[in-house]
């Protein structure tokens, strides 16, 4: 009698066990986004639609590109309000934001899109002078102390396969960066202690193809290339989708 009680109380043991994992497994329903400099947070509007019609509850931050520690405080602000496990995704400089960021105990996994994927000690200036980018845009403030890209350039560097009228407003409504936020240092990568996904840009002028690839690999990350510009969470956001959906059922795992 004792050994069949044992037997059924391992029995439910495990029946608990498979359903918590089972839970685990469908609990990351939350997205955090974070968008890249020179830009906001509208042009993933796409995305946001696709994983939010397929149940998944999307956040875009909108930081305000100052500096590499505002910009984690604002994103760890956003992660605060989250109920539940979320994948924090980065493009561009944003991949700076979440690589600190992504300590948070919100974090489940981290999606790098077309971004900078720092250790511990780089800095946005520092891997971009190491691989240059094909597009030369990049232009001071004349106070020194912002970034932003030549208008003249913004279509052929930042999205060249978006409509030509599309990329002109970009370029008019870009949002300068804070020369500090490039130049900051990388504290230990959130990468090292959590999975991690990223989305290579095969005809990006901004971050070049390879740099991305080099990161990616260095981090773990499982890598998806798409032929796109570095906006190609704006010209290819099915596909970009997908990847974030992937890592939101892989986390869970």
Do not use: C
Not at 214 to 236: K, L, P, Y
């Amino acid at each position: 009698m004792m050994q069949r009680r044992h037997l059924a109380s391992l029995a439910l043991a495990v029946a608990a066990g498979a359903m918590a994992t089972t839970a685990r497994a469908a609990a990351v329903r939350n997205i955090v986004i974070v968008h890249g400099a020179l830009a906001d947070g509208s042009g993933w509007r796409r995305v946001a639609d696709i994983l939010g019609a397929r149940g998944l509850n999307v956040t875009v931050v909108q930081q305000p590109i100052t500096s590499l520690a505002e910009d984690v405080a604002a994103t760890r602000r956003v992660l605060d309000l989250q109920q539940g496990p979320t994948i924090l995704v980065g493009h561009s400089y944003g991949g700076m934001v979440i690589t600190e960021a992504g300590h948070h105990e919100a974090v489940a996994g981290l999606v790098y899109v077309a971004a900078f994927q720092p250790d511990r000690g780089e800095s946005l200036i520092g891997l971009a002078s190491g691989t240059p980018p094909a597009g030369q845009g990049i232009r001071e403030t004349r106070d020194g102390q912002y970034f932003y890209l030549d208008p003249a350039a913004f279509h052929a560097d930042f999205a060249a396969d978006l409509p030509r009228a599309e990329t002109d407003f970009l370029a008019r409504s870009q949002v300068f960066a804070a020369k500090a936020a490039f130049t900051s240092a990388a504290g230990e990568p959130a990468w090292r202690s959590k999975r991690s996904w990223a989305v290579v840009a095969t005809e990006d002028r901004s971050i070049n193809p390879e740099l991305e690839r080099r990161m990616a690999r260095r981090a773990g990350s499982t890598v998806t290339e798409i032929a796109a510009s570095h906006a190609v969470f704006a010209s290819q956001p099915e596909k970009v989708a997908a990847v974030v959906e992937a890592a939101a059922q892989g986390a869970g795992r």
